[in-house]
């Protein structure tokens, strides 16, 4: 790998080992082009919420939600296009935006470590970049997941998530298992005057649509 070309990326979500789509990071690494660095943690708090299809997303609201729990690894340019690719970076899906995060060993402390801010001083402290959610539709998933951010996306919420190549035909980015105007009369059907704008749960009372 061309360390003058390597950017440091932090995945928090189905990039993980032992996640739906680590697959590509384990192919890059084959590659040369991907290595894992360590566990790491936001030095900050972020929203961290899980969508429909439970597509979990980054939030750019620093100081709200918890300090999100996940890996850092270096990752050639090469890497980084199939990365941006996968993200859909283009297509306004997520934005890459730096980040500071923090070395830490998983189980070492207690939960409550989320909720305490530390500085980009902070000992092992490094600049990287992670994969937020497009703010097209970042404030709308915050409001409509009741403004509760998790520190970590876990196997159990892994489980109900839907790889894109498995997604229903007509289905959009944000996970409508329906299109649009379906679920707009299937609410109205079932709730009255509720539109799709509503909230929905989809996945475990977590997801929100």
């Given at each position: 790998?061309?360390l003058?070309?390597?950017?440091?990326?932090f995945?928090y979500?189905?990039l993980?080992?032992?996640?739906p789509?680590?697959?590509?990071?384990?192919d890059l690494?084959?590659?040369?082009?991907?290595?894992?660095?360590t566990?790491?943690?936001?030095?900050?708090?972020?929203?961290?919420?899980?969508?429909?299809l439970?597509?979990?997303?980054?939030?750019?609201?620093p100081?709200f939600g918890?300090?999100?729990?996940g890996e850092?690894?270096?990752?050639?340019s090469?890497?980084?296009s199939?990365?941006?690719?996968?993200?859909g970076?283009?297509?306004g899906h997520y934005?890459?935006?730096?980040l500071v995060?923090?070395p830490?060993t998983?189980?070492a402390?207690?939960?409550?470590?989320?909720?305490?801010?530390?500085?980009?001083?902070?000992?092992?402290?490094?600049t990287?970049?992670?994969?937020?959610?497009?703010?097209?539709?970042?404030?709308?998933?915050?409001?409509?997941?009741?403004?509760?951010?998790?520190?970590?996306y876990?196997?159990?919420?892994?489980?109900?998530?839907v790889?894109?190549?498995?997604?229903p035909a007509?289905?959009?980015f944000?996970?409508?298992?329906?299109?649009?105007?379906?679920?707009?009369?299937?609410?109205?059907?079932?709730f009255g005057?509720?539109?799709?704008?509503?909230?929905i749960?989809?996945?475990?009372?977590?997801?929100?649509?």
């Amino acid at each position: 790998m061309d360390l003058d070309r390597t950017a440091l990326v932090f995945v928090y979500g189905t990039l993980k080992r032992r996640f739906p789509n680590h697959s590509l990071l384990a192919d890059l690494a084959a590659a040369g082009d991907a290595s894992f660095l360590t566990f790491a943690r936001t030095a900050r708090r972020f929203p961290l919420v899980i969508g429909p299809l439970s597509i979990p997303f980054l939030l750019r609201l620093p100081g709200f939600g918890r300090r999100v729990d996940g890996e850092l690894y270096a990752v050639s340019s090469r890497g980084l296009s199939r990365l941006d690719e996968l993200e859909g970076t283009t297509r306004g899906h997520y934005d890459r935006i730096p980040l500071v995060v923090v070395p830490f060993t998983p189980g070492a402390d207690g939960d409550e470590a989320r909720d305490s801010e530390e500085g980009e001083d902070a000992p092992g402290a490094v600049t990287a970049e992670a994969y937020f959610a497009h703010p097209s539709i970042g404030d709308d998933l915050w409001r409509r997941c009741g403004e509760r951010g998790l520190g970590s996306y876990t196997e159990d919420d892994a489980s109900g998530y839907v790889p894109p190549k498995d997604r229903p035909a007509g289905t959009t980015f944000l996970g409508e298992v329906l299109p649009k105007q379906f679920l707009s009369r299937i609410t109205y059907l079932l709730f009255g005057n509720l539109t799709s704008s509503g909230l929905i749960l989809i996945h475990q009372g977590l997801s929100c649509l």
